[in-house]
């Protein structure tokens, strides 16, 4: 045999005529899981075509990792050669998803079968032709389908020449169809060359709503240690504004040596207490607790007592050790060595960071290493944690991520890690999809409306949004940018409208946002003057100047918006005032659909023409609609797409509008 006939041979032997391309959502040609909810319907859509003019069939395939079996639902035929199908994600884990076509032999001679008899053509031989493409799929059948499909085969040999409308009935029943298909011979079907996954997350990994307090100082006097029973008196405070997670910085034994003093000073007072994320001391390490703060058992009723009142304690997991950690000393392989023989402590150049040594994930003992740290994930889990703040995750290497959270989610498909990770945003998106449930993101420091809007065009842009979940936080212990530095309360109240409506998660560190705390450490930097990393501060919760009516007014509109509770569905609208800002979050079915414009200015009163896009909210273009502030209970009708807005920051900040349409 020539090469050129086994070619051909091999073509023939292999030939399968249906494409499938244009699969989506697919993440990265399928290297990376999508993200859902439980309970969310994944919709997959695909390009799909043959040669020729047969019609083609096409199935949805899926099955949760834990099934052997595949489960199939029909696709059906969009438009222009695209095609449809959904199934639903009832448990947490992972599924796979891929697609299988195929050239429908008997739906397209049924096609053609009346056709032809309704040009009044004679269609006996043709009724032939159905009849063997019935009777070979009664051949692959089993069970009671070889007798269904064997009789249809037979009645339509029989009306062939003697009953035209009997053959034709027979050539356009459904359920015929169906099991022709199901028994059709799929040694030609096409399979996409992918299985695609989806990690199906619980509910709170789309929207949730954050509080961090450092637990040592929930106190009233600043030369006592705050406790987790401190903590717990505290939780109905941190519930009544609508929080239901609260974050701990870490809350383990803190080193003792190169301690950093107040303000970050090298030369420590021998009462300062020091930054927690110095990890590990004589009293053990990441699996131990500082005895300041209780016992185990005092954190496990702390985690009790939350969970009573709708709220997950989540823990920093900060994978670095102060010099006095016990690792250091019996596992000194785990640490990278200078020249001198001194462990290499943290630099950021020209910042250095003498109380942290960073692990060396790729020394001689890194093998060792990973499943330690893996097994201080495990043991926190054991007591009842279930949501982890990841500290600097981009500090440390993708493959070490991708491994620990793909084999804690194995075992605990419940768990959130979110990535503190303010770094580029192509290392942002690659820790997410490898396995971040959320993630921190540059919300901080997008402060105008072009800013805003470019930045959150580009989440919602492609597929990101398929991967990336952003929690915004308007500050953290590490943050106090410059815009609530210089805008007062103003600023403050307008940046928790915008963290708390552009996003399903958002997060701030408290008290210091509901106290409107905004001295820096000196100008030009972002640090907090007597910032909490390095000493007690008692914070007086009970200040009338205090934030805490507005942040649980938004919170419970957060609560009763499905829209706001999403991230699909965001959309810009453009103000004739660049100090202004306009989007609405909606839900598919238009059954919600929120409108936030906002005074981006917190010294100026400022008003403008919003140009509303009535078509994303679902009305017609000379529609007349209400408007319900959520945040005043004013309500005022709008007339098509231009409408006028004044907004006193002194006063109120911004509207939440929910829309209503009246005709």
């Not at 829209?563 to 453009?574: E, I, S, T």
């Not at 005043?632 to 006193?648: E, I, K, P």
Request: with cysteine; proline share 5%; hydrophobic share 40%.
């Amino acid at each position: 045999m020539t090469v050129a006939t086994t070619v051909i041979g091999e073509a023939v032997r292999t030939l399968h005529r249906v494409i499938i391309e244009g699969v989506s959502p697919e993440v990265d040609a399928g290297r990376f899981a999508i993200k859902r909810i439980v309970g969310d319907e994944l919709s997959l859509r695909a390009d799909i075509y043959a040669d020729g003019h047969d019609s083609l069939g096409a199935r949805l395939l899926w099955r949760h990792e834990d099934d052997r079996t595949w489960n199939e639902v029909p696709m059906r035929l969009d438009n222009n050669d695209r095609w449809e199908g959904k199934f639903k994600l009832e448990k947490l884990g992972r599924y796979l998803y891929t697609v299988v076509a195929w050239a429908d032999a008997f739906g397209s001679w049924s096609k053609d079968l009346k056709k032809r008899a309704d040009a009044g053509q004679d269609i006996s031989v043709d009724v032939l032709i159905g009849a063997e493409i019935v009777r070979g799929a009664s051949e692959r059948a089993r069970g009671t389908d070889t007798k269904k499909l064997a009789d249809a085969a037979a009645k339509l040999k029989e009306l062939a020449k003697k009953d035209r409308e009997g053959a034709l009935a027979i050539a356009q029943n459904a359920e015929l169809a169906q099991l022709v298909n199901l028994w059709r011979d799929r040694g030609v079907d096409t399979r996409y060359e992918r299985e695609l996954a989806v990690v199906v997350d619980p509910e709170k990994a789309r929207f949730s709503t954050w509080y961090e307090l450092f637990p040592r100082s929930v106190t009233t006097d600043p030369k006592r240690h705050g406790t987790f029973k401190d903590v717990i008196d505290r939780l109905p405070y941190v519930a009544g504004m609508g929080f239901d997670v609260l974050y701990l910085p870490p809350i383990h034994p803190i080193g003792r040596s190169e301690r950093k003093g107040k303000n970050n000073s090298t030369t420590p007072a021998p009462d300062d207490t020091g930054s927690p994320w110095a990890i590990g001391a004589k009293e053990g390490g990441h699996k131990a607790i500082h005895p300041e703060l209780g016992t185990l058992e005092d954190f496990k009723t702390l985690v009790s007592k939350a969970r009573d009142l709708g709220i997950d304690i989540a823990l920093d997991i900060a994978f670095q050790c102060a010099p006095d950690h016990p690792y250091v000393k019996e596992h000194r392989e785990w640490f990278r060595e200078r020249p001198d023989g001194t462990v290499q402590y943290a630099e950021n150049p020209p910042k250095k960071y003498q109380d942290i040594y960073p692990f060396n994930f790729e020394g001689a003992g890194s093998r060792e290493l990973w499943a330690e740290l893996k097994s201080v994930v495990d043991y926190w889990i054991a007591q009842d944690v279930r949501v982890f703040r990841v500290d600097n995750p981009h500090t440390k290497p993708f493959a070490f991520w991708e491994w620990l959270i793909g084999e804690v989610k194995k075992e605990h498909p419940e768990v959130i890690f979110l990535s503190e990770a303010f770094t580029r945003p192509k290392v942002m998106y690659q820790l997410a999809k490898l396995g971040f449930t959320q993630s921190y993101t540059y919300f901080a420091w997008k402060n105008t409306s072009a800013e805003l809007t470019e930045y959150f065009d580009e989440m919602m842009d492609g597929d990101v949004f398929e991967y990336f979940r952003p929690n915004l936080w308007p500050n953290t212990p590490d943050i106090l940018n410059e815009y609530l530095q210089r805008s007062g309360r103003a600023g403050f109240m307008t940046r928790l409208i915008l963290a708390g409506t552009l996003s399903g998660s958002y997060g701030i560190y408290g008290p210091a946002y509901e106290l409107c705390e905004g001295r820096p450490v000196r100008e030009g930097s972002e640090e907090y003057l007597d910032s909490e990393k390095y000493q007690i501060r008692v914070w007086d919760i009970n200040n009338p100047n205090s934030l805490r009516d507005l942040i649980t007014h938004v919170n419970r509109i957060r609560k009763n918006s499905r829209a706001l509770q999403q991230n699909p569905g965001l959309a810009f609208h453009p103000v004739e005032n660049s100090q202004l800002i306009a989007y609405s979050k909606v839900t598919a079915d238009k059954s919600d659909m929120i409108l936030v414009v906002a005074n981006l200015d917190p010294h100026n009163r400022q008003a403008g023409w919003v140009n509303v896009d009535v078509k994303a909210l679902g009305l017609g273009s000379e529609e007349s609609y209400q408007v319900h502030d959520l945040l005043t209970d004013a309500r005022y009708v709008w007339h098509g797409s231009r409408n006028f807005v004044d907004l006193n920051p002194f006063v109120l900040p911004a509207h939440i509008f929910q829309v209503h349409s009246i005709g």
